[in-house]
């Protein structure tokens, strides 16, 4: 099982982005899907998370300008950032609560992506 992570990039504040991220493997079901991030010198934070029934949780922080989707068939979520602010410069990471087959085990772990790089300039 892996999860792939895409979309960051260099944007201006006030711009625009959007985060992918991709679940693959010997998947059975996924639980909770979400972003965190990390900014330099801190520690990686809560930006957003969805139930499997689509129940979402915000950080203050993004409230209002960042809306996370997922889409249960294809075992994506995504993260649609607007309004972007130089604070929200950090790498993101998506994670996901899943339960795989191991040789006919039915096992839970959390899972995390790789990181995508997320610069907003002023």
């Known amino acids: 099982v892996q999860l792939q992570a895409s979309g960051g990039g260099l944007v201006q504040a006030g711009g625009s982005l959007r985060l992918s991220c991709v679940a693959s493997?010997?998947?059975?079901?996924?639980?909770?899907m979400g972003w965190y991030r990390q900014a330099p010198g801190k520690q990686r934070e809560l930006v957003a998370t969805?139930?499997?029934?689509?129940?979402?949780d915000y950080s203050d922080s993004v409230q209002g300008r960042i809306t996370i989707s997922r889409d249960n068939a294809r075992k994506t979520v995504d993260l649609q950032m607007d309004s972007l602010k130089p604070e929200d410069t950090a790498v993101y990471y998506c994670?996901?609560?899943?339960?795989?087959?191991?040789?006919?085990?039915?096992?839970?772990?959390?899972?995390w992506g790789q990181g995508t790089l997320v610069t907003v300039s002023s």
């Open positions: 994670n996901a609560d899943i339960y795989y087959d191991d040789t006919g085990l039915r096992l839970r772990r959390l899972y």
């Open positions: 493997g010997s998947i059975l079901s996924i639980n909770t």
């Open positions: 969805m139930t499997s029934d689509g129940t979402t």
